[in-house]
């Protein structure tokens, strides 16, 4: 064992006989033979474990007790007592002492119990040391920067309201948004209430609606029981509407009907269910500008306007990109067991050179694959992917043809997914070409944030 007990009592064998037998164990012990000189010790020594009899002359245990937590209160206190005053022993629990000894202590208990205590201290530290890392100033509930814009929107979310209004996020691919949801989700929420997520434009159309509001068995071919619904689900708690935009017209009505009425209609269902849901929406482009288009209804527009947060792009907040990158590095060297001690200077002048299209989804898979091919001890310009850390140079302009018209197509296909908000058979149809031919060149450009694994 290791670790330091105090053995605070006036009786001097039964004091002097512990403190030879623990030091036996491994132990550093010290010995107070009353509690003034005890308080003294453990202030200056700043004992793991301290035993206090309880029938002291001068201060009594009890007094010694209540002053240690001024004193030495991350120390663990055992009170020692006979028989006769078992409930002075209890009161000693509730002014804070982890337990108590009766007289006659037999070693191997005390032993035990001593043992067990230095545990306790252990995971006590191991928490302050979580603690310290998760409150470290520059990362949130996992959302890492210190750009005055990101500072902004954290001091936001802690400040929003309790009455758990709608919130709209936008940005651009890989900022954030679903992150900042369950941010959201997290401060606002009662504990135990679910984030439940539907992603609007990954689910074809006619699929959105029992999805989101659920259905009664026999509602339609295939539907053998009853099931309930995104909406549903999230009763009491958030329901992310990720990419909202995409959500058919005729649907969004039915939305705002739900949100409004606090119930919902499942299909083949008579009556309607109630369901009280928080709506955090998502979406890359301004909803307004799909309001003046005509595909999305101003009223549920505004019903889900409460609040609006704007991600900003990664090339907005280069400044963050250093701090981003070392937070993934961290990570991902302890996910994937490799030693990686940093970046090359060289490297990271390269990284914040370019223009991050996928922004930190991009940055992170970047990182991903930068490890993946790592030879030394730190990440150099060449285990990065060539189009990130080239494009330092190259983004004015490719000599090569071939690599100019892949940096155009590129860049092209984004624009457009980005446009019909991440859907592919639409962004397929304006493209002029079929899904499959998308996925492919999606694969192959590498189009930043739409990996076909995602
Ligand atoms: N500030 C940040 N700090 C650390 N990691 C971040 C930060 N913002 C985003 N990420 C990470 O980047 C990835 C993309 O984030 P997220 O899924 O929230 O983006 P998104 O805006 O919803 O993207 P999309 O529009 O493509 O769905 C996630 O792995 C997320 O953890
Ligand atoms: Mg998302």
Request: hydrophobic share 40%; charged share 30%; aromatic share 4%.
């Amino acid at each position: 064992m290791n670790g330091h007990l105090l053995i605070i009592d006036d009786e001097d064998s039964y004091r002097e006989d512990t403190a030879r037998l623990v030091r036996k164990r491994g132990l550093t012990c010290t010995t107070a033979p009353d509690g003034t000189t005890g308080l003294r010790l453990a202030e200056e020594r700043r004992p793991d474990v301290i035993l206090c009899d309880l029938m002291m002359p001068g201060i009594s245990g009890i007094e010694v007790l209540d002053r240690l937590g001024g004193v030495c209160p991350e120390a663990i206190v055992f009170v020692v007592t006979a028989h006769a005053t078992i409930e002075t022993a209890i009161e000693a629990l509730r002014r804070g002492a982890h337990d108590y000894l009766l007289k006659p202590v037999l070693f191997e208990d005390l032993l035990a119990k001593i043992s067990r205590a230095l545990e306790v201290r252990d995971l006590r530290r191991e928490v302050r040391t979580l603690r310290r890392e998760i409150s470290r100033p520059e990362e949130t509930f996992g959302i890492v920067g210190q750009n005055p814009r990101i500072r902004e929107i954290l001091d936001l979310i802690t400040r929003l309201p309790r009455n758990r209004p709608a919130v709209i996020v936008r940005g651009e691919t890989g900022t954030g948004k679903e992150l900042v949801a369950r941010a959201v989700h997290l401060v606002g929420d009662p504990p135990g209430k679910r984030f439940v997520a539907l992603n609007c434009a990954a689910i074809p159309d006619h699929l959105i609606e029992s999805e989101l509001f659920g259905y009664r068995k026999g509602a339609f071919t295939g539907a053998i029981e009853d099931r309930e619904g995104h909406f549903e689900r999230a009763h009491g708690g958030t329901l992310f509407l990720d990419e909202v935009a995409a959500m058919p017209l005729s649907l969004q009505a039915k939305l705002l009907r739900a949100i409004e009425q606090k119930e919902i209609m499942p299909i083949g269902a008579r009556d309607p269910v109630p369901a009280d849901a928080r709506i955090v929406a998502s979406a890359q482009r301004d909803l307004r500008d799909l309001v003046k288009e005509g595909t999305f209804r101003q009223d549920l527009f505004y019903r889900l306007l409460v609040v609006e947060i704007v991600l900003p792009p990664l090339r907005e907040r280069r400044d963050d990109i250093p701090l981003i990158l070392e937070h993934y590095v961290r990570r991902l060297t302890a996910e994937m067991k490799v030693g990686c001690e940093g970046v090359e200077p060289d490297a990271l002048r390269a990284l914040m050179a370019y223009s991050w299209p996928g922004n930190i989804r991009e940055l992170r898979n970047a990182v991903e694959r930068a490890l993946i091919v790592l030879k030394g001890k730190v990440l150099r310009r060449e285990d990065f992917p060539r189009d990130i850390v080239a494009g330092a140079e190259e983004a004015v302009g490719h000599d090569e043809l071939r690599l100019a018209v892949r940096a155009y197509e590129r860049e092209h296909i984004r624009q457009v997914l980005a446009e019909c908000g991440g859907h592919r058979e639409r962004a397929a149809s304006r493209l002029g070409i079929d899904r499959a031919t998308l996925y492919r060149k999606i694969k192959d450009l590498g189009v930043p944030g739409l990996d076909a694994a995602e």
